[in-house]
């Protein structure tokens, strides 16, 4: 099978040095006249396909090389490609198309990744259901939902503790026997918060450990948003990580951890967000997710992404995997050598 040159749809923009080829984010700039011209006839012969041969016939002598090079320019930009008539792409594509285009992954292979991801969204509050529904317009299906009393807005409860009016949110709430039998393996949890709080933050995260399961902490409060850090157990900074280094930092670390253990019990009174800034967050978590499942770019495990939602600003902290962590690091561990002089010289003897 002779596979043919096909390239993709761009746009020919005109300029004072010459032309642009423009699609996506990447421009392709050609000074020359002569080969601004021949490029525009590649670009319209090539468009349903062509074998390369065909191609530079269509061309007198003199251009011919030029015409290689040309092709491959264009290939090496990945404005152009080589495939057989059934796999090359046709008619009009969509925005996330051509995001997709940017890091040279097949739509196929990119919509697989995304339909085969399961996410756990833990708390009911409105930045879970924030989040969930900008899931689920990424493309995500495989979406649940665990009830931790500690991520609660109690706004969305009845007295009886019962979820008022979200009938569709309901039906994913994970069932207590549910998780009993639930494994973890393979999934993403999302612990998420719309008033702060750290404490439930911190029993995920050993969950966590104890499972081996990813874990990427989500919340709002203070007028900010916070993302992070992407947890993997046994290679990476840990939540414990990330507190003890903020408390470092802290002159009273301890006035801080109050209201922190606190601030399920005081949300009625702290929680200050508009829908708008809910959104934000969600968005820019949802492609922090995209990221994880897809590969299309590095999702750091050592970052804290804080999000000024008034200024607005994003800054990424780094997170130091701190030496002996509660969590993370084995709070009994010992260097196997003898710290001993006189014992590694019993040890010594011995062995002679």
């Given amino acids: 099978m002779t596979l043919k040159l096909f390239t993709y749809p761009v746009d020919i923009i005109e300029s004072t040095s010459g032309i642009q080829l423009v699609r996506g984010a990447n421009r392709f700039i050609i000074r020359d006249e002569r080969s601004s011209t021949i490029v525009r006839l590649?670009?319209?012969?090539?468009?349903?396909?062509?074998?390369?041969?065909?191609?530079?016939?269509?061309?007198?002598?003199?251009?011919?090389?030029?015409?290689?090079s040309l092709v491959e320019a264009l290939i090496e930009r990945r404005l152009a490609y080589y495939a057989d008539q059934a796999t090359a792409v046709y008619g009009l594509e969509s925005p996330l198309d051509i995001f997709i285009w940017h890091f040279?992954?097949?739509?196929?292979?990119?919509?697989?990744?995304?339909?085969?991801?399961?996410?756990?969204?833990?708390?009911?509050?409105?930045l879970s259901i924030t989040l969930f529904e900008t899931l689920n317009r990424s493309g995500f299906t495989q979406i649940s939902f665990i009830d931790d009393p500690l991520l609660r807005n109690i706004r969305l409860f009845d007295e009886l503790g019962q979820i008022k009016d979200l009938p569709e949110i309901s039906n994913l709430v994970l069932s207590d026997k549910a998780l009993t039998d639930f494994s973890y393996n393979s999934v993403l949890v999302l612990p998420c918060s719309d008033f702060g709080g750290?404490?439930?933050?911190r029993q995920w995260n050993t969950l966590a450990h104890q499972q081996e399961f990813h874990l990427l902490p989500i919340s709002m409060h203070d007028l900010r948003g916070f993302i992070g850090p992407y947890i993997i157990p046994n290679s990476a900074p840990c939540y414990e990580c990330l507190i003890a280094r903020e408390n470092a930092n802290l002159i009273d670390y301890q006035e801080e951890a109050v209201i922190g253990e606190q601030a399920h019990t005081i949300q009625l009174t702290t929680s200050a967000y508009t829908e708008a800034m809910l959104q934000t967050l969600a968005g820019i978590a949802v492609m922090e997710v995209v990221k994880i499942f897809t590969s299309i770019m590095l999702c750091p495990t050592s970052e804290l992404i804080n999000i000024s939602l008034l200024e607005p600003s994003i800054t990424r902290h780094p997170v130091l995997k701190i030496p002996r962590c509660p969590c993370c690091s084995p709070?009994?561990?010992?260097?196997?050598?003898?710290?001993?002089k006189n014992e590694f010289k019993q040890t010594l003897l011995a062995s002679e």
């Fill in 331 to 340: 709070a009994e561990w010992r260097p196997d050598i003898n710290v001993s």
């Fill in 42 to 68: 590649i670009v319209a012969l090539s468009s349903e396909g062509i074998i390369l041969d065909e191609l530079i016939s269509e061309f007198s002598e003199p251009d011919k090389d030029i015409v290689r």
């Fill in 198 to 201: 750290s404490t439930a933050f």
């Fill in 104 to 126: 040279d992954k097949p739509r196929q292979v990119f919509n697989a990744d995304i339909n085969q991801a399961s996410i756990i969204l833990v708390g009911i509050n409105l």
